[in-house]
């Protein structure tokens, strides 16, 4: 399950080394774990360059299934961890620019005042990225500010 972890990290970071310090893994292991997955479905997932690592025009189309898996997985931890009693965990957040200098800040401060062992992801997008996250699980929260509400996984909350 950490190779498709692994997988979703390079595609976003857009690089092995920067995935490493995400991930926790040596900049060896995450190869590794890439080209074992590649392997095991034979299929030439990414393309390397000088200039970074993107996701093969090919195996587009599978990306999405790599995106839910892994974020099926990040759920059973998330929900074993609540079974266990372990209050630690990721929250992932896409948001506009203007949004994340103002609010995520102090709501993340006081959140964890309460949950010190949860952390947060926040990613800066656009208005039709955060909808398209939201929609495919990669983000737990979606804050935009045109349409004055907070979409969280599919249920819509007014912000007054």
Known sequence: MNRFLALYKIVGAGSFSKSTDLLGYTQSRIT???????????????LRSRTGVKLAPEEKELYPYILKTASSYRTIIGKTNEIKGIESGIIRISTISSISCHWPPHMIKEFQAIYPNVQFILHQVDYTTIQEWIKSSEVDFGFYKSCRCIRIKYYYFKVW
């Open 32 to 46: 590794q774990m890439i080209q074992s997955l590649e392997d095991e479905l034979s299929l030439k997932l990414l």
